[in-house]
């Protein structure tokens, strides 16, 4: 079969397209022909050795895809042959409290990724995908829809009414700023780029910040509140906007810490008790969040939004496309 291995973290130069037996499922576990993959920021940080989690020598990158079952090992009981799958991001996370050894289950990280065209996950690290998404739409889900998923609803307790602030239009971002709506809350959406700032609104954003044009953007966020602030900001900036953030949300409010993308930056944990704030770390999610935002995608017909689909001979143009950050929603691969 077809495959791409990272054969160092040097950068996207060290993805290199090999070939290998196809891998066959063991006890518990299923065999999927993965049609399509996409990439999150988190696979940019593997390739350039700048994630701060372990990672599997010459692994075989990103953890999202979708894609058919076309084996299954013995005592498999959930799904069969034919079925339509996304897979868990961890793979041995399905309910509660994370266990010590999630981490290592991670796709395309402490083990075997999705840019290949056979994978084996284990029969709980998979998920019947909506059956109304395509292959491309349901391989964005298992990394920025549930980190979305999680913040909001299971860390966030979204409700009807509720102000949530996104920041910028990739992935992330895009997913909270639909279950937002979804939910009836009221969503700020921040980005440079006034263009993608109209296509925010499209999908049905409230309220517009040009972070450029309104470096301030947190005084903006409270204008439009009225001074009370929002409930709640989705954080995908890092230490170089959380300072903002903080100053953003009402007493109480929340800043769910999603991604490190604006740089370093000093924070006064002062400002965290004046603001009384809620501040959560979010990693992924758990099969059973999964199942649950699934099913709320499929009763409100929710699509991805999908930036590009790439083909698989062409997957280090993803990987520069993403880190062009000229995307708006997900970058896709076909495999």
Same mark, same amino acid.
């Given at each position: 079969m077809r495959a791409y291995v990272l054969k160092s973290q040097t950068g996207i130069e060290a993805l290199e397209r090999v070939e290998m037996a196809a891998p066959v499922p063991a006890r518990g576990q299923v065999a999927v022909r993965v049609v399509a993959c996409s990439l999150?920021?988190?696979d940019l940080a593997i390739a350039t050795g700048q994630y701060r989690q372990p990672t599997k020598p010459s692994v075989i990158p990103l953890s999202d895809g979708a894609g058919e079952i076309i084996a299954i090992g013995p005592d498999v009981t959930r799904f069969k042959i034919g079925d339509r799958v996304a897979g868990c991001f961890f793979q041995n996370w399905s309910a509660g409290e994370p266990g010590s050894d999630v981490q290592n289950s991670a796709l395309g990280g402490g083990r075997d990724g999705m840019l290949a065209e056979v994978v084996v996950l284990e029969e709980g690290g998979v998920l019947a995908m909506p059956a109304h998404m395509s292959f491309e739409e349901g391989a964005t889900l298992p990394c920025a829809a549930l980190t979305a998923w999680h913040a909001l609803v299971e860390h966030g307790h979204l409700m009807p009414g509720q102000t949530i602030l996104v920041q910028g239009t990739g992935g992330v971002s895009m997913f909270a700023l639909q279950i937002a709506r979804m939910a009836g809350a009221e969503v700020i959406a921040t980005s440079s780029s006034d263009e993608k700032l109209a296509r925010a609104k499209a999908l049905g954003a409230h309220h517009l910040i040009n972070y450029k044009t309104r470096p301030d953007w947190e005084k903006a966020a409270m204008e439009i509140t009225g001074g009370r602030g929002v409930d709640q900001v989705v954080e995908v900036g890092g230490p170089g906007t959380f300072g903002k953030s903080l100053a953003a949300i009402r007493v109480g409010g929340r800043v769910s810490q999603? #991604?490190?993308?604006? +740089?370093?930056a000093e924070v006064n944990p002062a400002v965290i008790l004046a603001k009384r704030a809620n501040v959560? #770390?979010?990693?992924? +999610?758990?099969?059973?969040?999964?199942?649950?935002?699934?099913?709320?995608?499929?009763?409100n017909g929710l699509k991805p939004v999908v930036?590009?689909?790439f083909a698989f001979d062409a997957a280090p143009d993803a990987y520069r496309h993403l880190r062009a950050g000229a995307h708006f929603g997900k970058v896709v691969i076909n495999i």
């Open positions: 999150n920021y988190r999603i #991604g490190v993308l604006a +740089g370093m959560q #770390g979010i990693s992924v +999610g758990s099969t059973r969040m999964f199942e649950a935002m699934a099913r709320a995608f499929s009763l930036d590009r689909v």
